[in-house]
């Protein structure tokens, strides 16, 4: 389409005639992207039992049969799919096991084919994204929600049945996802490299001590690094005993050095009301006896 759209401009500088409108050829490609499941997932399973399964099964008549068998359990599911999962602690997965076990109850009861319980999944991955953790930890969380949800449903095999199914898709569905972030993190890793090699091209012409100092500052923020600390060993002696910090930077913005003194090589800078404390998580070491400036 890019390429036609220049052609025809092109063309039309050149005082070529062009067609006032071009049909392409186009073919449907359903992708996760626009809430689709891929043929992957849509093609897991046979499918649910029928209803005369279930009551030839002996499962529990009513609408929804799964229902009151999990709910017997919950408290055992929701605390081994609790303690299966990563980030606990953190507020935004705090219910994430009630939300995937009332996700999975949904599922059986609606016969869905599983879609409220990839819904769950979907939207977990996304905040594991968003907290930089990886999406593959939720193997453990299905694992055991497949297990105890297995010791529930035991005794009614058409309820198992439809329960596999669920988690058969679920499985494929995570593989997805954890090709999907590792594609994303492919990504942005190449993405990060560019930057990284235009930052060395900049520093390869750049004498000044002051300049280069610039630099740092102004691009370190495009690979994601907006605190750090630079520091410069003092005299020609090696190894090194002292040291100064020639860079700090602090959520993107520099600080200013004006107070600060070299320091030994076998400490971190520390003084009162240094903001430099707080930042040594991430520090650079200037291997360099002097730099012409």
């Not at 669920?166 to 997805?176: C, G, K, N, Q, T």
């Not at 930077?249 to 070299?262: A, F, I, T, V």
């Amino acid at each position: 389409m890019g390429r036609l759209a220049l052609e025809s401009l092109l063309a039309h500088h050149q005082g070529k005639s062009v067609p006032p409108k071009l049909i392409l050829p186009t073919t449907l490609r359903l992708r996760h992207s626009c809430g689709c499941l891929s043929e992957a997932v849509q093609h897991v399973g046979g499918g649910f039992p029928s209803a005369r399964a279930e009551e030839a099964a002996g499962a529990p008549a009513g609408k929804d049969p799964a229902g009151p068998l999990l709910e017997e359990r919950r408290e055992i599911l929701l605390e081994e799919v609790h303690r299966a999962m990563v980030m606990r602690d953190v507020p935004v997965f705090a219910h994430t096991a009630e939300e995937w076990l009332d996700a999975l109850t949904a599922s059986l009861r609606l016969e869905d084919d599983g879609d409220a319980f990839l819904t769950a999944i979907d939207l977990t991955s996304r905040r594991m994204m968003e907290q930089q953790v990886p999406v593959a930890r939720l193997q453990d969380v299905l694992s055991a929600l497949r297990r105890e949800s297995c010791r529930a449903l035991s005794g009614h095999p058409a309820l198992v049945a439809g329960a596999e199914n669920i988690w058969h898709r679920a499985r494929v569905f995570l593989d997805e996802l954890v090709l999907q972030e590792q594609s994303q993190m492919r990504m942005s890793l190449s993405s990060q490299m560019a930057v990284l090699r235009a930052i060395s091209q900049t520093m390869a012409v750049t004498f000044h001590l002051e300049n280069l100092m610039e630099v740092l500052a102004r691009d370190l923020k495009q690979l994601g690094i907006d605190s750090c600390v630079v520091a410069l060993y003092d005299g020609v002696k090696r190894p090194a005993e002292r040291a100064r910090v020639i860079l700090a930077c602090d959520g993107g913005e520099r600080l200013s050095l004006e107070n600060l003194r070299s320091f030994p090589t076998t400490q971190r800078v520390r003084s009162a009301g240094n903001p430099l404390d707080r930042l040594m998580s991430w520090s650079v070491t200037w291997p360099c006896f002097s730099i012409i400036s």
